[in-house]
């Protein structure tokens, strides 16, 4: 089904700030694919709220981002069901602790793959396409890319790989394709959606930690869709940097 309508692919996009990025792209006329893992019923309904709104405008697409043949898949697919492809949005992400001692080798490999290599691989299947119709790539990164995160160790590592990543995906890709990154500070509360817990926040620390951000809140998804919205759409001279959005929490770490 060709189409003269922009395509977006959204990573980890059956909830959470993932599905409000699909959502503010959709409201902007994009195409959404929705790509999800395990959150099966989530995307589907995502999907159908969207194509009420808009007939035939998202689809949603299964991947282990830890499997590459799936994540070549996933590229494929994205591309081929609108035959043409515009933005990419790597928001897929695997969080959880892993302090030295206790981390395993699938520990290792769920959070590289999730946070860098995936996004990478994805980036190089759809890149002629990119290409072909100017398009951009957005990368979700972290405040704690540069500064780590206590017992949090390959998370970080990985993604300060992200942010490295988008530096040189925005060198290799000029001149025809735009890529840049956001960097969330405390958006949304950690969840349990991993397959190790995460630390919990009693609303003693999570106070504790609002009091640390100068701007004395937390953010919200819109604060990231915004973003996204400006680098996709307003932004056409901005490649290879990575947008802060929290509150001025780098400022004080």
Not at 11 to 37: C, D, M, P, S
Not at 203 to 225: C, F, S, V, W, Y
Request: charged content about 20%.
């Amino acid at each position: 089904m060709p189409t003269t309508t922009k395509v977006a692919l959204v990573t980890g996009a059956a909830k959470r700030i993932g599905a409000e990025i699909a959502r503010q792209l959709h409201q902007e006329n994009f195409n959404v694919v929705i790509h999800y893992h395990h959150s099966a019923k989530a995307a589907q309904a995502l999907v159908d709220e969207l194509n009420d709104l808009r007939e035939k405008s998202a689809i949603c697409i299964a991947a282990d981002l830890n499997n590459l043949a799936q994540i070549n898949n996933l590229a494929a697919q994205a591309e081929q069901y609108w035959q043409r492809f515009d933005l990419l949005v790597n928001n897929a992400s695997s969080f959880y602790p892993t302090p030295i001692g206790e981390t395993s080798d699938d520990d290792w490999n769920q959070l590289i793959n999730s946070n860098l290599k995936a996004p990478f691989f994805l980036a190089q299947a759809l890149a002629p396409a990119l290409k072909k119709y100017r398009g951009c790539i957005i990368n979700i990164a972290d405040i704690y890319a540069d500064k780590p995160l206590k017992k949090h160790s390959v998370y970080s590592i990985a993604k300060a790989g992200n942010v490295m990543l988008t530096k040189t995906l925005a060198q290799e890709l000029a001149p025809d394709v735009r890529v840049n990154g956001i960097a969330p500070g405390a958006i949304l509360w950690p969840d349990d959606d991993h397959k190790k817990p995460v630390d919990r926040l009693s609303d003693e620390n999570k106070e504790k930690m609002l009091a640390k951000i100068p701007l004395q809140q937390r953010g919200h998804e819109l604060d990231i869709t915004h973003t996204i919205l400006f680098l996709a759409k307003n932004a056409p001279y901005i490649t290879g940097q990575v947008l802060t959005v929290d509150g001025g929490r780098t400022l004080t770490i």
